[in-house]
C-alpha cells in the first residue's frame, strides 16, 4: 500500500473547524488505500502566544524549558486532530516527537535530528491507524525535549517520510504551492508547477518562506519527493523533484531559465570601516564573526585606499545575530585594529534563483537593467552557480521584486495567486 506522510501547518490547523476539514481530509486519502502518517505544526500562532508567555515571566527564559513549552503547541493540535479523526469513524493515535523516535543533538531551540526510529509509527499503520505526529520537536541523547527551529515540522514530516520510506511527503500550507515570487507582493506570480531541489534550497536559503530549509536539505539527501499544496483547495501543487531525475541535458534546454523570485528582509549589513589592508585581517575579523555564531551571507572589501592602506569590509548577516556579532566585534577591536563599526538594518535582499543560468548567458545584465530601469540601486551583489542576489534598501525591496519578476516574463497571465491565510511572513 503507497504510504504518505501529510504535514499540516499552523494555518491549516488553527481552530476546531480547520480541524475537522483536515480530519476529513486525511480520512479520504486513507479511504482511497494509502497509509496515512501525518505531521501537525501548533494551531495558528500557539507559538507566538507561548513565546510571550515566557517572555512575560523572564526576559532570558531557560532554553530547556522554552523547549518544553513550545513543544506544548504541537501536542495540542495532534491530540485534538486524533479526536476529529476518530470522530470520523478512523483509528487515528498521536505521538510527541520523543514517541515517534526523532532523535536530536542537545542543541536546544535549534536541534538538528540525528536519527529517526518510528518503530511506533510503523506499529500504528501496520494495525490499520492514522499516525498523528508533533512537528518541530524531538529527544535528546541525554532525554531532554529539544526543538527544531521556527518552521521545523517540515523537517519532521520529511525525516519521517525518508525513515518510512514514504512514497510522497505532502506539506499542506495556505497557499497553493511554490511561487515565483511571494503572491503577497506580486499578485501575478506565477505557481510554479515542478521545481529541482536543489533550486528549491537556493530560494529558501534566501528568503523563500514556504518551506524549512532544513527540510529541503534533508529530502535533497534522502531523496523524498515533496508535494507542497493548499489544505484549503484539492489544486495539484508543487513537486520538489530530486535534481538527477529532472536535470538531465535535454529537459534543462525546456525548462524555464528562472525558477523564481526570492526576497529577505531579515538581514542586517555590518560595515567594519578602516581595516588594515594586509595579509590575515580579513581572517582575523571572520574568526571573530563566526566565534558570535552568526552566519554571514555575502561579504563586500572596498579597495583600499594608497594612501592610508586601509579598506572598508561589510557583510550581511541575519538581524538576529547582528547585536552579538557587534559585541564581539567591539571586544576585539584592540586585536583587529579598525577605525570603525556601523551597523544597518534596513536592508533587503532579492535572489533570482533557477537552474538555466548554468547554460544561458545575460542573466545578470538583465536583473541589472531591470533594476536600473525601476530606479533602484544596487548595494551588494553575490552569485552562486543558480543564482543571483543583490541587497537594496529594504523600502524599495518590494519594488524590485515586482520589477524582476516582470523583467524575466514570470508574471501570469491568468489566474491571480489566492492567499487563503497567513502573513508569510
Ligand atoms: N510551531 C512551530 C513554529 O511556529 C513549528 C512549525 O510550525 O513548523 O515555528
Ligand atoms: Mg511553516
Known amino acids: 500500500m503507497p504510504l504518505v506522510v501529510q504535514k499540516f501547518g499552523g494555518s491549516s490547523v488553527a481552530d476546531a473547524t480547520s480541524i ?12 482511497a488505500g494509502n497509509d496515512v502518517v501525518v505531521v501537525v505544526s501548533a494551531m495558528g500562532d500557539t507559538t507566538d502566544e507561548l513565546l510571550d508567555l515566557a517572555a512575560s515571566v523572564t526576559a532570558k527564559p531557560s532554553e530547556r524549558e ?6 506544548a503547541g504541537e501536542r495540542i493540535s495532534m491530540a485534538i486532530l486524533a479526536m476529529a479523526i476518530t470522530e ?4 487515528a493515535r498521536s505521538y510527541t516527537g520523543q514517541q515517534a523516535g526523532v532523535l536530536t543533538d542537545a542543541a536546544h531551540g535549534k536541534a538538528s535530528i540525528v536519527g529517526v526510529v518510528p518503530e511506533r509509527i510503523a506499529r500504528t499503520i501496520q494495525e490499520g491507524g492514522v499516525a498523528i505526529v508533533a512537528g518541530f520537536q524531538g529527544v535528546s541523547e541525554n532525554q531532554d525535549v529539544t526543538t527544531l527551529g521556527r518552521g521545523g515540522s517540515d523537517t519532521t514530516a520529511v525525516a519521517l517520510a525518508a525513515a518510512l ?62 508535494h507542497v499544496r493548499s489544505s484549503f483547495s484539492s489544486k495539484v501543487g508543487t513537486w520538489i523533484s530530486n535534481d538527477d531525475d529532472s536535470q538531465s541535458e535535454e529537459s534543462s534546454m525546456e525548462d524555464p531559465i ?31 564573526v563566526a ?13 583600499s585606499s594608497s594612501a592610508t592602506g586601509l579598506t572598508d569590509i561589510s557583510f550581511t548577516l ?12 567591539r571586544a576585539a577591536a584592540g586585536d583587529l585594529g579598525y577605525a570603525d563599526l556601523r551597523y544597518d538594518d534596513q536592508i533587503g535582499k532579492l535572489s533570482l534563483v533557477g537552474a538555466g543560468m548554468r547554460s544561458h548567458p545575460g542573466v545578470s545584465a538583465k536583473l541589472f537593467g531591470a533594476l536600473f530601469d525601476a530606479g533602484i540601486n544596487i548595494e551588494m551583489i553575490s552569485t552562486s552557480e543558480i543564482r543571483i542576489s543583490v541587497v537594496t534598501r529594504a523600502e524599495v525591496l518590494d519594488d524590485a ?25
Open 66 to 71: 522554552l523547549d518544553i513549552l513550545l513543544t
Open 318 to 329: 541575519p538581524e538576529a545575530d547582528g547585536e552579538a556579532t557587534l559585541a564581539a566585534l
Open 291 to 303: 566565534g558570535a555564531g552568526a552566519n554571514v551571507d555575502m561579504i563586500v572589501q572596498n579597495v
Open 165 to 226: 520510506d514514504a512514497d510522497v511527503c505532502e506539506i499542506y500550507t495556505d497557499v497553493d504551492g511554490l511561487f515565483t515570487a511571494d503572491p503577497r507582493i506580486v499578485p501575478t506570480a506565477r505557481q510554479i508547477t515542478s521545481i529541482t531541489s536543489e533550486e528549491t534550497l537556493e530560494m529558501a536559503a534566501h528568503g523563500a518562506k514556504i518551506l524549512h530549509l532544513r527540510a529541503v536539505e534533508y529530502a535533497r539527501r534522502y531523496g523524498v519527493p515533496i
Open 258 to 288: 528562472i525558477a523564481g523570485v526570492a526576497h529577505d528582509r531579515s538581514q542586517g549589513k555590518i560595515t567594519v570601516k578602516g581595516v588594515p589592508d594586509v595579509p590575515g585581517a580579513a581572517a582575523r575579523l571572520f574568526a571573530v
Open 88 to 91: 470520523l469513524g478512523v483509528t
Open 401 to 425: 521584486v515586482r520589477a524582476v519578476h516582470s523583467a524575466f516574463d514570470l508574471d501570469s497571465s491568468d489566474s491571480e495567486a489566492v492567499v487563503y491565510g497567513g502573513t508569510g511572513r
Open 20 to 31: 475537522k476539514r483536515v480530519a476529513k481530509r486525511i480520512v479520504e486519502t486513507k479511504e
